[in-house]
């Protein structure tokens, strides 16, 4: 592999060039992965409402029709919040087959599971964290490949980067389920709370 | 006369979809006839400058037919299509046959231009058929025909993954060896009128003057410009009226699934528990042989000093490794096909079971058949005749016999059958347009364009051989099973109550209109460089980038689609038996992305695939590709339709936990940890010392590299285990059956769940 000459005068291998910028799209094709991941999981669950907009203040939903669909259901077993249209209303609208197939009145499901709570968010969690345990693997490689030769000190820095964007990407996963949990707890219990007025079904 | 049920979907999307099937496959059709029209031509005769035959048409198609049946496609490649562990034999002798003559002509730079002079220079006569080679050419047959002998035929121990004195016959080896030189003229002789070769220039070879053609580079532009264009368009339309034109759901349903044991099996889906052993037996030795297969990268000689390629040579490994990876997954799809038959109809015609039963036996029959007719024929122990029809045929992804092929066509069509009788009651109430007859439309393609592959012979032109089998990897394998498996994971999400029947008909018709406007013509772009008329070229380069505009958005579509089976969150196991299904669906969401999406759509321009056809990013995209999309889908199915097979003791939500977690990290790590840096340095070394270069065991120069492969392999493997023995313990104890339920009246029969009201009622059957 050809040599390349560096700013500060040294000269690096191609190959040491290639690896590095193989280490940076690791790190941040684990990053972009669990972006992308996380985006198509919003997605998949914007599908059953699509069109209604939901306004946090309030903690209710609008559909394109302008009627409300306030909580009617805390569904503790599944983290799950049910908001409902009044059925008179619905069953008078002319997009009512379009949009809910019973005369109950439409239904909104709000998920309060978080992305990194749920079997899709630790699977692509277990995918970003092999990515990196490869950029570890190659910055170790690198690093033994080139010990006592002109570039190690590139690798030592790789190495440790690689170390930090594993360590940080850990720090997130699953596996802190403590700091996961209590989140979803303190949403669940403000969800369930006297202030709200909402225990179960209300 | 029985009153069927209406649409449930617009007929535009109907008529949508027939449309632009019948445009996709008319201009794929026009290139039919154009490959036929304009082949590279295969001389009756090559004769010296004295008038000496050197060899006539006749030896070079044998010498076709030998290459194939003792698996040399399996081992190199011609044209760049085939395996990676040997050399590309049209690049290689090209290259050597350069050298050889600059030697002989004094090698100065004088000599380099009259070699490039001589070899470009089109001395083939259509009206005698006859083609005139100098005598440097000549003399460099013979020379690259005894380093072929010394190297390949008849080496004299094991090395480079082949077996010693692998083809004994002096005629053969000739024949061989003429064949490839032929393959060599193809890709240096000018096009009379034209300043390129039959080939498109392709391989990249300085010694020859073969460089990127202006065609090539023009085409690559202006299909970049489509491709930027027709993204940012269609992308931005989707945005902005995905919505309104009734693409997302209504309500989303609340279901609580009816326990798997308690769901009724009939006799037929009992049978398909050992469809699914044979299946997980497949995966299981498809990825041990594939062990072996990558082993011969780090140790040409051997096993861990085994003198395996004695028994199992590469080129026989790779064979296996492939037709495994194929038998595996239309195993489970044949299974899963008679399984949800009887969900969608409701009900099963009797002896079905008989006929489910019949098709197993056949599919045993074809898969240790032509596994062993395979051996037989590369190891040279059946006679010239009888090879190609009952060993190996040798064209790399329809390597089986003919006669396995025929067979297995045979046995596709007794599914067809069994799938027909199984939904008939069904069929005939319902509109020709909704979701029961596209399943059984997507069923008919399986076998009828696995069928076309028989258009493919052993003596066949190789351009025209090649087209063909394109239309079995391309189309059969990229583009109906890929339907096929929409239309599964569809039918799947409205059995267990995700989405709703009108929206998985909208989704499939979309699919078939996406995968009809890009994907058809997309066939194409295998063929830049196989010896085919220009404008093979031109349509392929186009719609191979125009093809990236619908499948970006099918890729980011199913990824999105393959994640709404975890809406159904489980609260427990038993709320919810599905969670490792849906998440085997999920990770072929993320595959179809990374594999087909990414990893495709960077080798599919021809400026890019001029210099990457046969280096290993084409193993990488094809291992993320098929394993990761076809694969996971297979184990997804696998494992919904066993978990109602199973006896309830003997279901283990460890064991698949654990092939679920092994079969993707370990691709994972296979790919980004080996296939794709390798094939990126593979990429390099081809643009800076030439295509031949690059392929001769040039990856043996990063040996670390290379084990590199090790993790990921041993992780995969272990993956596939206990899908095996899981697999295995419910053949054995298949859950008893019970009565087949009554008749469904109308909707896909809900009988997977029970519809939940907010209140806890159950609503609905």
């Not at chain 1, 850990?170 to 949403?187: G, I, M, N, V």
């Not at chain 2, 240096?188 to 202006?214: D, F, I, K, M, Q």
């Not at chain 2, 339907?483 to 699919?511: C, K």
């Not at chain 2, 890009?518 to 010896?531: A, K, P, Q």
Request: glycine share 10%; net charge neutral.
């Amino acid at each position: 592999m050809p040599a390349i000459l560096t700013p500060w005068g040294g000269t690096v291998d191609l190959i040491q060039v290639l690896l590095l910028a193989y280490l940076v799209c690791l790190w941040v094709g684990g990053w972009i992965l669990e972006a992308l991941a996380r985006a198509h999981f919003h997605r998949a669950r914007r599908f059953a409402h699509g069109g209604f907009t939901y306004d946090e203040g309030l903690d209710r939903y609008e559909c394109p029709q302008g009627e409300l669909l306030t909580l009617d259901t805390y569904d503790d077993r599944n983290k799950l919040a049910i908001y409902q249209a009044p059925a008179a209303s619905c069953n008078a609208c002319v997009l009512k087959t379009f949009c809910t197939p019973h005369d109950e009145g439409r239904r909104v499901y709000h998920s309060l599971a978080e992305f990194h709570e749920t079997d899709l968010g630790r699977f692509h969690r277990g995918l970003s964290l092999t990515i990196l345990v490869i950029a570890v693997g190659f910055s170790a490689g690198g690093l033994i490949a080139w010990w006592n030769r002109p570039g190690e000190w590139l690798f030592l820095i790789a190495s440790g980067m690689s170390l930090m964007m594993l360590w940080l990407d850990l720090r997130d996963s699953p596996a802190r389920a403590d700091s996961a949990l209590s989140t979803a707890h303190e949403r669940q219990s403000w969800w369930m709370s006297e202030d709200r007025g909402t225990t179960g079904r209300r | 006369m029985t009153l069927r049920r209406p649409m449930t979907v617009s007929p535009l999307w109907l008529q949508g979809s027939i449309l632009t099937f019948i445009i996709g496959f008319t201009i794929l059709a026009f290139s039919a006839v154009r490959i036929y029209q304009d082949p590279a031509p295969v001389p009756e005769k090559i004769v010296d400058e004295t008038g000496k035959v050197l060899f006539t048409r006749q030896e070079i198609l044998d010498g076709q037919e030998l290459f194939l049946t003792y698996g040399l496609m399996q081992f190199g490649t011609i044209y760049g299509h085939g395996a990676y562990l040997g050399p590309d034999f049209t690049a290689d002798y090209l290259h050597r046959e350069a050298e050889s003559m600059i030697r002989r002509y004094g090698g100065t730079e004088g000599a380099r231009g009259r070699v490039r002079r001589e070899l470009q220079e089109n001395r083939y006569d259509p009206a005698t058929g006859t083609l005139i080679w100098t005598q440097g050419q000549a003399e460099a047959f013979e020379e690259i025909h005894r380093h072929f002998g010394e190297m390949v035929y008849g080496r004299k121990v094991s090395g480079e993954g082949l077996k010693p004195a692998m083809i004994a016959d002096d005629a053969e080896t000739r024949a061989i060896t003429g064949f490839i030189a032929w393959t060599a003229w193809t890709a240096v002789a000018r096009r009379p009128g034209r300043a390129y070769s039959y080939t498109n220039n392709w391989p990249p070879e300085e010694l020859v003057g073969n460089s990127l053609t202006g065609d090539a580079i023009m085409w690559s532009a202006l299909s970049l410009v489509a491709l930027l264009g027709g993204i940012g368009i269609v992308l931005g339309l989707y945005g902005r009226f995905s919505g309104a034109v009734g693409w997302h759901e209504t309500e989303e349903r609340r279901v609580r699934f009816v326990s798997p044991a308690s769901v009724p099996l009939t006799p037929a889906q009992r049978v398909t528990a050992w469809f699914f052993l044979v299946a997980a037996v497949l995966f299981l030795l498809q990825n041990l042989i594939g062990g072996a297969t990558v082993h011969y990268m780090v140790e040409a000689g051997g096993f861990f000093g085994i003198d395996l390629p004695r028994w199992l040579p590469y080129n026989l490994t790779r064979t296996w490794h492939l037709q495994m990876a194929i038998f595996f997954v239309a195993t489970v799809y044949l299974a899963a096909g008679i399984f949800l038959a009887p969900l969608i109809a409701g009900r099963e015609p009797k002896g079905q079971w008989v006929l489910a039963s019949t098709l197993l036996g056949a599919l045993a029959v074809v898969v240790f058949g032509s596994l062993g007719g395979e051996y037989l024929s590369y190891h040279g122990m059946l006679p010239r005749g009888q090879r190609a029809f009952l060993g190996a045929q040798g064209w790399e992804y329809l390597d089986l016999g003919r006669l396995w092929m025929y067979l297995l066509i045979v046995g596709m069509v007794l599914w067809l059958a069994i799938i027909y009788r199984g939904l008939r009651p069904r069929l005939a109430t319902e509109s020709r347009g909704n979701l029961p007859w596209l399943f059984m439309y997507s069923a008919l393609s399986i076998p009828a364009f696995y069928a076309v592959g028989l258009l493919t012979h052993t003596q066949s032109t190789f351009a025209i051989g090649d087209f063909w089998r394109f239309w079995v990897v391309h189309l059969w394998v990229e583009d109906f099973l890929e339907l096929f498996t929409t239309m599964l994971v569809a039918l799947i999400f409205v059995l267990m109550g995700i989405v709703s029947e009108r929206f998985a008909t909208r989704l499939i018709y979309f699919d078939v209109m996406l995968y009809s406007v890009g994907g058809v013509v997309g066939t194409l772009h295998h063929c830049y460089f196989s010896g085919g008329p220009a404008v093979e070229m031109a349509l392929g380069a186009f719609f191979s980038a125009a093809e990236v505009i619908p499948l970006t958005l099918l890729t980011v579509e199913a990824w999105s689609f393959l994640q709404l089976g975890n809406r159904q969150q489980p609260g427990d196991v038993d709320s919810f038996p599905h969670r490792w299904a849906v998440l085997f669906l999920a990770s072929v969401g993320f595959w179809n992305f990374l594999g087909a999406g990414v990893f495709g759509f960077l080798i599919n321009l021809p400026v890019v695939s001029y210099f990457e056809i046969g280096t290993l990013l084409t193993s990488n995209h094809g291992h993320a590709a098929f394993m990761g999309v076809y694969g996971m889908l297979a184990l997804a199915l696998t494992v919904f339709c066993i978990r109602y097979l199973a006896r309830p003791e003997d279901w283990s939500e460890g064991l698949v936990r654990f092939s679920f977690w092994a079969t993707n990290l370990g691709l994972v790590l296979m790919i980004l940890g080996h296939l794709f840096p390798l094939g990126v340095l593979q990429l390099g070394d081809v643009v800076t010392n030439g295509y031949w270069h690059a392929r001769s065991e040039w990856f043996r120069n990063y040996p670390w590299l290379s084990w590199a492969r090790m993790p990921g392999d041993l992780v995969f493997m272990a993956g596939s285990a206990p899908m095996a023995w899981l697999a295995l313990k419910v053949a054995l104890r298949t859950r008893r059956t019970i009565e087949p339920t009554a008749p469904s009246e109308s909707n896909l029969a809900a009988t997977l769940y029970t519809e939940v009201t907010p209140t806890g009622a159950t609503s609905g059957a």
